[in-house]
């Protein structure tokens, strides 16, 4: 039964199909990017690998035709929809027993396919492309719970932003005018200085316009530089630094806009509380199927 909840999470756990996701990613940007060889061969590997472990469970699932047809044609079906959607296919294998090997492995996978769809009533069949059509469309239901979680965090954060924001640039701003106060008298100061020294540097006035001067740097520099540090430091607080790391952090999670109209074209415009009762009425759908398929819930994605 092992090999069945493994064939079957293919489809429900995107954590276990990362890998293959981004193996697909990089092979079809191969030629953009001018891959080396030995990338292109790690790539294709890994897809190899992924056809071969399906060719293994394909033959277990044979097993499984009379006691569970209906986990199995939904086992089937999510498998050929991951090697549509990664984009396994003879053609992108140069070897050609790679090649045959491939035509081979989906022979046997439609061959299954049907078999299993056989022995099926036209209402289990129903029920099993809700079910499969559940599974498929899970990963993107996913990413639209975690878009749509940081579109509102990033709302709801917006204000707090701001005001410190706004804050901290007002800080900055006084720190650097510090700093800048220190410039403003060096020149100048340095200026009489040496005019003092050179000119006069022997009267009494020339001498006590000196010491005052140099009292003045003694001053100035220390605190204009300290006060400058202590003024930026300020602006910095632990809440504004959090505060930043989050809202980038969530800012990274919203989707570009194509992905985002695929997402409200799927499930529609809706909050993250909505989007997470249309994932668990979707589970409740891949239960009413795959629950006679023992475990088979480890593989839901968590709750989030």
């Not at 199995?72 to 959607?85: E, I, K, M, P, S």
Request: overall charge negative; charged content about 20%.
């Amino acid at each position: 039964m092992s090999n069945l909840i493994n064939l079957i999470s293919l489809g429900i756990d995107a954590t276990q199909s990362y890998q293959i996701y981004k193996a697909s990613e990089q092979l079809g940007h191969i030629e953009e990017e001018a891959m080396t060889a030995a990338a292109h061969q790690a790539l294709l590997e890994v897809l190899r690998n992924f056809v071969f472990q399906s060719s293994q469970d394909l033959q277990a699932l044979t097993g499984h035709l009379e006691e569970l047809p209906q986990p199995v044609y939904v086992a089937t079906q999510t498998l050929q929809w991951r090697f549509r959607d990664i984009g396994i296919s003879a053609e992108i294998f140069p070897e050609f027993t790679d090649k045959e090997y491939v035509l081979q492995v989906q022979k046997e996978l439609d061959g299954i396919t049907q078999d299993a769809r056989s022995k099926l009533s036209g209402p289990q069949i129903n029920q099993a492309e809700k079910c499969i059509n559940a599974i498929t469309q899970m990963p993107l239901l996913e990413q639209a719970i975690e878009a749509q979680s940081a579109r509102e965090q990033l709302q709801a954060t917006e204000t707090e932003w701001r005001e410190r924001a706004s804050r901290k640039g007002k800080y900055t701003l006084a720190g650097l005018g510090a700093w800048a106060i220190i410039a403003f008298l060096i020149v100048p100061c340095s200026c009489s200085m040496m005019g003092s020294s050179s000119g006069t540097a022997s009267s009494d006035l020339a001498v006590i316009f000196w010491l005052a001067l140099s009292l003045l740097f003694l001053i100035t520099i220390p605190a204009g530089f300290i006060g400058g540090i202590i003024l930026w430091v300020k602006g910095s607080t632990p809440r504004y630094k959090e505060l930043k790391k989050l809202r980038q952090e969530w800012a990274e999670q919203v989707p570009d806009r194509a992905t985002w109209e695929k997402i409200v074209a799927t499930f529609g415009k809706h909050s993250s509380d909505e989007y997470r009762a249309v994932r668990a009425s979707r589970e409740n759908t891949i239960q009413q199927v795959l629950g006679q398929v023992q475990e088979f819930d480890k593989f839901l994605p968590a709750a989030s």
